[in-house]
């Protein structure tokens, strides 16, 4: 099922889809009146689409004070769709955002006693014109495998606990499995310590495991140690991680936990895949399956158990949703950390629904343990959650909620302005060429009408803004303006080999975004006597350059 926000420059009243949609529940007395006010509440960014196979849904409504979503007109296209496919997708869209509940009215005129008998045969309860239904969570929580970057998983606990959300299932392969056990001890102060204070050389035993890695020559000299004591000694030793496991995992915590922890494991030598259900009460054989889990073979020594060899449960399944879902999960929280290892295709269940909670940066090396990208980390991963469930805003940042509607006010003057004065630039943003680069440059589909807050974010990336604030307008715009001015402080964190070329890529290479978003800055006066194409090809770095000019300029009056 894939959920889409709609927008007017979604252009959805020109769709054969939508044309040919149908009522299901007569909020309106003909299909075409029902469509006509569809289309005015997409002006208020109301109205949200479901593709699921050959059906599409039009749903518009909002959400109340009691965490109700309050259905206000639906359409349908799907001729052989049943009213039971239609309310289980219904249903899915409020589990997948973790709303108690659906409820709508029907005015007296327009329901019917089949209508109503049906609705109360299907869980739902009346109260004069107004039906509702309450939605039912059997939820699981899905940590994928990931070495150093587990930290995020953390962080997505913590906005778990304050946004009161609850699971009684939680999947781990790897270091998911290790942070699993962390949330049967229910002590999130204890797993946000045990994180913020882990190196390398407490989790694994080789000669450079504590050496600094701030630069990347060091990170390869320690990376270069890890793989030599691999070669030599069948895998670096994983003794330290078992020592802090078994300092840190209380058996008797554990066993008031109500959640149940599955641990993905790969056997040798036939590859296989191992499902271990953790035994809170045998502390000492849950925690060799755990570092069965977790043994990054040949990077480290595969795990004995009863007489037989273990290894990461990632070589088999990395992300563990159809262990979930076996398990009887119907949602499915999954936390992958994008970390090495086979990633299965998996069909959700009709009723099954999957809330992705990753995060569009890369969250550095899964093999160096470092105190200060965990904290960064955990705080991404806090973020992240907080963002899915709207409580903030942005994709690669985090704002206010209403600071970002000030964005995309600014966004829709400066086209205004361009149109106005029938600007070369606008000539650029009304190509299909723009937005196409758009979505490949931002890392996701950006619509029109959010545009300004997409072009935002950008200029952050490019000038190496830190992710971990949540900012307001005036606070992001003075730190891409004093990066712009030569004020920009040294990175001092722990990144990847992948983050060090990258960084070196945007700083050195004279075409890379970020070079040419700077050098934009710069100039006063463009010139649009060069060929098209060229324009074309730099069109997102020249447009947020010319937007940051205009918004800044704003700003001072």
């Given at each position: 099922?894939?959920?889409?926000?709609?927008?007017?420059?979604?252009?959805?009243?020109?769709?054969?889809?939508?044309?040919?949609?149908?009522?299901?529940?007569?909020?309106?007395?003909?299909?075409?009146?029902?469509?006509?006010?569809?289309?005015?509440?997409?002006?208020?960014?109301?109205?949200?689409?479901?593709?699921?196979?050959?059906?599409?849904?039009?749903?518009?409504?909002?959400?109340?004070?009691?965490?109700?979503?309050?259905?206000?007109?639906?359409?349908?296209?799907?001729?052989?769709?049943?009213?039971?496919?239609?309310?289980?997708?219904?249903?899915?869209?409020?589990?997948?955002?973790?709303?108690?509940?659906?409820?709508?009215?029907?005015?007296?005129?327009?329901?019917?006693?089949?209508?109503?008998?049906?609705?109360?045969?299907?869980?739902?309860?009346?109260?004069?014109?107004?039906?509702?239904?309450?939605?039912?969570?059997?939820?699981?929580?899905?940590?994928?495998?990931?070495?150093?970057?587990?930290?995020?998983?953390?962080?997505?606990?913590?906005?778990?606990?304050?946004?009161?959300?609850?699971?009684?299932?939680?999947?781990?392969?790897?270091?998911g499995a290790l942070n699993g056990g962390l949330i049967l001890l229910n002590d999130q102060k204890a797993a946000r310590k045990l994180w913020e204070n882990l190196s390398t050389d407490q989790v694994l035993q080789f000669p450079a495991a504590a050496a600094d890695n701030h630069a990347l020559r060091l990170l390869l000299r320690q990376i270069r140690s890890l793989t030599m004591t691999a070669l030599k000694e069948n895998g670096a030793s994983t003794k330290p991680l078992q020592q802090i496991m078994t300092q840190t995992f209380d058996g008797e915590k554990m066993l008031q936990s109500p959640v149940s922890l599955y641990v993905c494991s790969t056997r040798l030598p036939d590859f296989s895949e191992e499902i271990y259900h953790f035994q809170k009460e045998d502390l000492a054989t849950a925690i060799s399956w755990l570092s069965a889990s977790a043994s990054f073979y040949p990077a480290m020594k595969a795990t004995e158990i009863a007489g037989k060899l273990y290894i990461d449960g990632g070589y088999r399944n990395n992300v563990p949703v159809d262990v979930a879902v076996k398990k009887g999960a119907t949602e499915c929280i999954v936390v992958d950390v994008k970390g090495p290892g086979l990633t299965k295709k998996y069909r959700l269940p009709k009723n099954v629904v999957q809330l992705p909670l990753s995060s569009p940066w890369t969250l550095g090396s899964f093999l160096v343990f470092d105190p200060g990208r965990s904290k960064t980390n955990l705080r991404l991963g806090y973020l992240e959650t907080m963002k899915y469930f709207n409580r903030y805003l942005g994709f690669w940042y985090t704002f206010i909620p209403e600071e970002t509607a000030e964005f995309n006010i600014y966004w829709r003057k400066f086209c205004q302005q361009l149109r106005q004065q029938q600007h070369p630039l606008w000539q650029l943003i009304k190509s299909q060429a723009f937005w196409r680069k758009l979505r490949h440059t931002y890392g996701k589909e950006v619509a029109f009408e959010v545009a300004g807050l997409a072009l935002v974010e950008l200029s952050g990336v490019w000038a190496d803004i830190l992710p971990t604030e949540i900012f307001t307008k005036k606070e992001f715009i003075t730190q891409v303006k004093e990066v712009s001015r030569g004020h920009k402080e040294e990175l001092n964190a722990t990144l990847s080999v992948a983050e060090w070329l990258n960084l070196y890529r945007k700083r050195l290479f004279a075409w890379s975004d970020a070079r040419l978003f700077f050098s934009f800055l710069q100039v006063s006066q463009l010139s649009f006597t060069v060929p098209q194409i060229l324009w074309e090809n730099f069109a997102v770095s020249l447009v947020a350059a010319e937007f940051s000019k205009f918004l800044w300029q704003a700003e001072t009056k």
């Open positions: 099922m894939r959920i889409t926000k709609i927008y007017p420059s979604h252009f959805v009243g020109t769709k054969l889809t939508f044309q040919n949609s149908q009522q299901w529940l007569p909020f309106f007395n003909s299909n075409t009146k029902a469509q006509k006010v569809m289309l005015k509440a997409i002006t208020s960014q109301q109205v949200w689409q479901i593709n699921e196979e050959e059906t599409t849904l039009y749903l518009a409504g909002k959400l109340a004070a009691d965490n109700f979503f309050v259905l206000e007109n639906f359409l349908y296209y799907d001729l052989n769709i049943r009213q039971k496919q239609m309310l289980q997708l219904l249903d899915n869209f409020c589990r997948q955002h973790f709303f108690f509940g659906l409820r709508f009215e029907i005015s007296s005129q327009n329901k019917t006693t089949a209508l109503c008998d049906w609705l109360l045969n299907n869980a739902f309860q009346k109260v004069g014109d107004s039906f509702s239904r309450r939605c039912h969570y059997h939820t699981a929580l899905v940590l994928g495998g990931g070495g150093a970057r587990g930290a995020y998983q953390i962080g997505v606990w913590q906005a778990l606990q304050e946004l009161k959300i609850n699971f009684s299932i939680v999947t781990g392969t790897s270091v």
